[in-house]
Nanobody, 114 residues
Framework: QVQLVESGGGLVQPGGSLRLSCAASGSIISIYAMNWYRQAPGKQRELVATVSTSGITIVANSVSGRFFISRDNVKNTVYLQMNSLKPEDTAVYYC????????WGQGTQVTVSS
C-alpha cells in the first residue's frame, strides 16, 4: 500500500518561506511523476507544481518564481520550497503520486498571515 506523508506546514508571515516534504512508502517514486496540489477554503483543489521522472518541473503561474518543486529519489521524497509567501497561498497542501494522481497524502496546512 502506498503512503504519502506530508510535513513542514505551519503559520508564516507574509514574505516568509516554508519547505514542505512528502515522504513516500510502499512505492518507489522514481518511476512516477510527483505533484503538489493545494486547496483553499471554498475553492477547488488546484495543481501547484509537478516534477516528471526525468526531473522536468512545471509550476502554476500564480507561484512561478516563488515555489520550487524537487525530488530526491534516494530518499523517496519530494519537496516544495515556498518563498515570498502571500496570504493567498493559505491552503491545505497535498502531495500526490502519478499523473493523473493515483495516491494522495493527508495534506498539511499552510497559513500565511501577520
Amino acid at each position: 500500500q502506498v503512503q504519502l506523508v506530508e510535513s513542514g506546514g505551519g503559520l508564516v508571515q507574509p514574505g516568509g518561506s516554508l519547505r514542505l516534504s512528502c515522504a513516500a512508502s510502499g512505492s518507489i517514486i522514481s518511476i512516477y511523476a510527483m505533484n503538489w496540489y493545494r486547496q483553499a477554503p471554498g475553492k477547488q483543489r488546484e495543481l501547484v507544481a509537478t516534477v516528471s521522472t526525468s526531473g522536468i518541473t512545471i509550476v502554476a503561474n500564480s507561484v512561478s518564481g516563488r515555489f520550487f518543486i524537487s525530488r530526491d529519489n534516494v530518499k523517496n521524497t519530494v519537496y516544495l520550497q515556498m518563498n515570498s509567501l502571500k496570504p493567498e497561498d493559505t491552503a491545505v497542501y497535498y502531495c500526490s503520486l502519478g499523473r493523473p494522481p493515483s495516491y494522495w497524502g493527508q495534506g498539511t496546512q499552510v497559513t500565511v498571515s501577520s
